[in-house]
């Protein structure tokens, strides 16, 4: 119980730092370590299957998908200035991190495994990882992803598509418009002479 509510805790205050973060590669991150500790959850609760697939498509694909969109948005804007290497600083925090995590996983699996019911609150029966029809098998979470979740599901990707043409369309081609044939030609020698002018230098 002391596990879970420290991981609940790790949800809550990645999710805030998620919403409230000034630069959108810090909301990436808070959303990842939200991602991870939902995993965890997952885990004790015996649902392996689901902490598996919560870190390889959401933590995986999702917030790459996250990352292209913030790269594609900041292209073109200002050239990126190289700050100072914080790397080695990191490098204790975050095996600490990494430690407490581990520590508290171990201990929400152990715990989960001693005190879980027979019934899952969804009504599923729980068993041996990898039976049919038990809570967190495939069977049952493809039951209730196609059928009960059917429409959360597709409006999600629904949404997932929307946003990838809504990012190729902001930062797609930057040519200006040009009304006839002469002013394209003369609009494209300019250019090429401010690229050689740009050469010269």
């Given at each position: 119980?002391?596990a ?28 990842l ?23 390889i ?18 292209s ?11 790397l ?19 201990a ?8 879980t ?7 599923s ?7 049919a ?11 209730a992803?196609?059928t ?7 409006v999600t ?14 930062a797609?081609d930057?040519t200006?418009?040009v ?8 609009v494209?020698?300019?250019a090429r ?9």
């Amino acid at each position: 119980m002391i596990a879970f509510w420290i991981v609940g805790a790790i949800v809550v205050a990645s999710a805030v730092w998620t919403v409230t973060a000034r630069k959108p590669v810090y909301s990436v991150v808070g959303l990842l370590i939200n991602f991870a500790a939902l995993a965890a959850l997952y885990l004790s609760l015996s649902a392996e299957f689901l902490a598996v697939i919560q870190i390889i498509v959401y933590s995986g694909a999702i917030l790459i998908l996250f990352l292209f969109v913030i790269a594609l948005l900041s292209s073109g804007v200002a050239p990126f200035a190289q700050g100072p290497n914080r790397l080695p600083r990191i490098v204790v925090p975050a095996v600490a991190i990494v430690a407490v995590a581990l520590v508290g996983l171990v201990a929400g699996i152990n715990g989960a495994a001693i005190l879980t019911p027979s019934v899952s609150p969804s009504g599923s029966p729980l068993g041996p990882v990898g039976s049919a029809g038990v809570f967190g098998s495939v069977a049952d979470f493809g039951k209730a992803l196609f059928t009960t979740h059917l429409l959360p599901f597709e409006v999600t990707a629904l949404i997932l598509m929307v946003a990838v043409i809504g990012v190729v369309m902001l930062a797609g081609d930057q040519t200006p418009y040009v009304g006839s044939s002469k002013q394209a030609a003369r609009v494209e020698r300019q250019a090429r002479e401010a690229i050689l002018r740009g050469g010269d230098r």
